[in-house]
């Protein structure tokens, strides 16, 4: 499988219960590096760009709320397979039907608060990397 990049945010509620290392530990463990990081208030624009997909969605206005309500870490995951094993980890959006085990399972409590993003498809994190970090700011594994 090819060398992949991907986009992972750790959302205001699990930067809120202190659970980044333990976030960060797991992404470790699966074969993950963090290529890249910084932590970020969010502000309106700023999330509505980054959601700008789901502009149209019911759901829309609250998850900006959310993603502003606090600060975000935002990495760059660097491994094979990255964007699906991330997706892997993460487990169900919903985290009352995500798989014991996952990152959601464990660490989230609503479909709202869901404790991490993750990029879908190489194209969504392509243009997810690039929305908040320059190629300078990326170091990949040599
Ligand atoms: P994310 O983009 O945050 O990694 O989550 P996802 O791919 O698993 O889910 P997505 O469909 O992209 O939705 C983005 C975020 O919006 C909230 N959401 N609420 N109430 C609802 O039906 C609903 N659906 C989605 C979730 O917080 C989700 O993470
Ligand atoms: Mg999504």
Redesign the pocket.
Known sequence: MAIERTLSIIKPDAVGKNVIGEIYSRFEKAGLSIVAAKMVQLDNDSAGGF?AE?KERG?FND?IAFMTSGPVMVQVLEGEGAVAKNRELMGA?NPAEADAGTIRADFAKS??A?A???S?STESAAREVAYFFSDAEICPRG
């Open positions: 959601y789901h759901f998850l959006t479909i709202d869901n991490v993003h993750g879908d």
